[in-house]
């Protein structure tokens, strides 16, 4: 089954720098890549996603890369804001049944 | 419209006793995932209901749990003669058409401890 690896487990930026997420998985038919982010005492929430026919996809301070070929994809936060601080989530998917595995998750803090 | 609710937020059990968590899905979602995060881990997946389908038992650590569905809308995850170790927040959530990896919505979790 799948496999994903997330990293760092904890990060720590300064408010208006970038902070980057990185995954990995192991099935070369996962084509579904979603990233989660979850606020404390909350579920986490979509904030992004991005299918294997594109490699890069951006929504306003927020983009994905996928490379495929590596077989890792990368959540990128630019000018962060100390709303950003929560655990986010990468996850994998093939898109059958239920095969949707989560990564460890990735605690960002952004100081002001 | 409404979200994935989960109720009680919050249970605190005795050890060995059995507990409930409920779960109401987003009305016309078929799929429904059950998942359990532990202290500063990830999600980890239990089990899986689509419409009328067997459900995907593979991610239950013991027979303790079970899990059902009924009428194809809410569901109930059980654990029986709980253990310290079963302490974690459970999550549910719920998905429109799992087979094209749609969004999995959240439900807020019910927090569990067993003391």
């Known amino acids: 089954g799948e496999n994903v690896e997330q990293h760092p487990s904890t990060l720590s930026v300064q408010e208006g720098d970038s902070a980057v997420i990185k995954c990995t998985y192991s099935d070369s038919a996962s084509n579904y890549f979603p990233w989660y982010k979850q606020e404390l005492g909350k579920g986490p929430q979509l904030i992004i996603d991005i299918r294997s026919n594109v490699g890069e996809k951006k929504d306003q301070r927020i983009a994905v890369t996928l490379n495929k070929t590596a077989k890792h994809f990368s959540l990128h936060i630019t000018e962060t804001q100390p709303e950003d601080s929560a655990v986010y989530f990468c996850?994998?998917?093939?898109?059958?049944?239920?095969?949707?595995?989560f990564g460890a998750g990735t605690r960002l803090t952004v100081k002001p | 419209g409404a979200g994935v609710s989960q109720s009680p937020s919050n249970k605190v059990t005795e050890k060995g006793k059995d507990v409930e968590l409920r779960c109401d899905p987003i009305s016309g979602h078929t799929a429904l995932y059950w998942y359990r995060q532990s202290l500063g881990q990830g999600l980890e997946f239990l089990i899986y209901?689509?419409?009328?389908?067997?459900?995907?038992k593979s991610g239950l650590p013991s027979d303790r749990f079970s899990a059902e569905r009924t009428g194809g809308s809410v569901s109930t995850l059980t654990i029986q003669r709980t253990q310290q170790e079963d302490s974690a927040v459970y999550l549910c959530?719920?998905?429109?058409?799992?087979?094209?990896?749609?969004?999995?919505?959240f439900g807020p979790g019910t927090r569990l401890t067993v003391t």
């Open positions: 209901f689509q419409g009328n389908s067997a459900p995907d």
């Open positions: 996850a994998a998917s093939s898109g059958n049944n239920n095969d949707m595995r």
């Open positions: 959530a719920s998905s429109l058409n799992p087979g094209l990896a749609y969004e999995q919505y």
